[in-house]
T-cell receptor
């Protein structure tokens, strides 16, 4: 069975702090994709990053960075120097393949609150 | 605006009524997905279309739910005889590319409240 676990339900930080959001996934597939989405208070899910199972290189995009480790089945997301605008719910998701199609399996999300 | 659009944004209905939601995907996207999100949870997959063909349905999609995508363009999701447990945000997403290269773009959702 495929599953995504985001153990942190809520995180509160003060502006400029660094924060890491954890994501652990389970799948028996050897080929899969992992994603992070942001859901701000407005509600619309915003795509942040996609990573395939064969690419374990870490990625940095501005203040965002992602650490993918297959050995621990983790795909963690770090925000450096957090800002109030980073306040949102962040979802980690796993894309799995079956004969008919594909779907995203989401974790329950981590609510990040950044105060000034 | 070339993103995914959904209508209506909010729907309040009485238990037992039928409701229909519409999703307009990004125009060049051939894949369309419906998800349901309840409070405090991540989105849960409901169904998936490739062009006009409905290729997969989650067990969450009971017989009261039906989805269509005529001509492979917009899609509708209908819920018959609504129940209070149907109250949720219904999200539509679209994507293109390979079967696993599945960067899905989401619409703003339709929030359903069943009284």
């Amino acid at each position: 069975a495929q599953k995504v676990t985001q153990a942190q339900t809520e995180i509160s930080v003060v502006e400029k702090e660094d924060v890491t959001l954890d994501c652990v996934y389970e799948t028996r597939d050897t080929t899969y994709y992992l994603f992070w989405y942001k859901q701000p208070p407005s509600g619309e899910l915003v795509f942040l990053i996609r990573r395939n199972s064969f690419d374990e290189q870490n990625e940095i995009s501005g203040r965002y960075s992602w650490n993918f480790q297959k050995s621990t089945s983790s795909f963690n997301f770090t925000i450096t120097a957090s800002q109030v605008v980073d306040s949102a719910v962040y979802f980690c998701a796993l894309s799995v393949f079956n004969q008919a199609g594909t779907a995203l399996i989401f974790g329950k999300g981590t609510t990040l609150s950044v105060s000034s | 605006d070339t993103g995914v659009s959904q209508n209506p944004r909010h729907k309040i209905t009485k238990r037992g009524q039928n409701v229909t939601f519409r999703c307009d995907p990004i125009s060049e996207h051939n894949r369309l997905y419906w998800y349901r999100q309840t409070l405090g949870q991540g989105p849960e997959f409901l169904t998936y279309f490739q062009n006009e063909a409905q290729l997969e349905k989650s067990r969450l999609l009971s017989d009261r739910f039906s989805a269509e995508r005529p001509k492979g363009s917009f899609s509708t999701l209908e819920i018959q005889r609504t129940e209070q447990g149907d109250s949720a945000m219904y999200l539509c997403a679209s994507s293109s590319g390979g079967i696993l290269y599945n960067e899905q773009f989401f619409g703003p959702g339709t929030r359903l409240t069943v009284l």
